[in-house]
């Protein structure tokens, strides 16, 4: 990631609001409430404000939450201590660090958006970072959404598609690639009708 998109994030972050919200997104909260998470290890990736971290703590998830603003770190740490649960989050560029590898029984991202270059090689290390039998859930917006002004990258080359997702995706056993179209409403920045992807996917024992 470039110095410029940090800004940019840190920036967005700097609000005094919790601009995406204080609840889960949907989707994982869904995902979180169909899987006992109580004990077991969660790696939360582009995590921003904490939302979907926190909700897992509050299940019993063993929590650890990567972004790479430190302004989201700091609002995502003291909404930990609102709800009073604890994580462990750090700041990373996922673009040219790593992940421990092996350790999460689930692995959770959210709007992760990056270049195509930059894509392939940071869903691997997501892959890497799963322990046998993990399981992964990636919510993102679909190419489609590039219509739609309601959140998300502006360049469509960022946007994901079912077969990009399959092909990065494709050492694991895959249980659902699906585009939908739903309405979010997420804070200021995700609201109204939106084209998603959401994948879930397993690593083999």
């Known amino acids: 990631m470039n110095g410029f998109m940090q800004d940019f994030w840190n920036d967005r972050f700097s609000d005094p609001d919790y601009i995406y919200g204080k609840e889960p997104n949907i989707f994982v909260k869904k995902f979180l ?11 939360f990736i582009a995590e921003g404000e904490g939302r979907n971290a926190v909700y897992a703590a509050k299940k019993g998830g063993v ?19 609102e709800f009073q649960v604890t994580i462990d989050y750090q700041q990373l560029d996922l673009t040219t660090g790593e992940l421990p590898v092996g350790q999460f029984d689930f692995l959770i991202t ?8 930059e894509r392939t090689a940071v869903h691997h290390k997501f892959v890497k970072a799963l322990a046998p039998g993990g399981k992964l859930l990636l919510v993102g917006y679909e190419k489609k959404q590039i219509h739609n002004k309601t959140g998300g990258p502006e360049r469509v080359e960022a946007l994901f598609s079912l077969e ?11 249980l659902r690639n699906e585009h939908l179209e739903c309405e979010l409403q997420e804070g200021k920045y995700h ?11 397993q690593k083999t024992l």
Request: proline letters at 2%; a negative charge; glycine letters at 4%.
């Open 164 to 174: 990009d997702l399959s092909e990065d995706f494709r050492g694991l056993n895959i």
């Open 33 to 43: 409430d169909d899987n006992d998470i109580s004990g077991k290890k969660l790696c």
């Open 63 to 81: 929590v650890q939450a990567y972004d790479y603003s430190l302004e989201a770190k700091r609002k995502a740490e003291n909404l930990a201590r």
């Open 191 to 201: 609201q109204g009708k939106s084209d998603l992807i959401i994948l879930e996917a």
């Open 110 to 117: 959210v709007f992760c958006h990056m270049r195509p270059s």
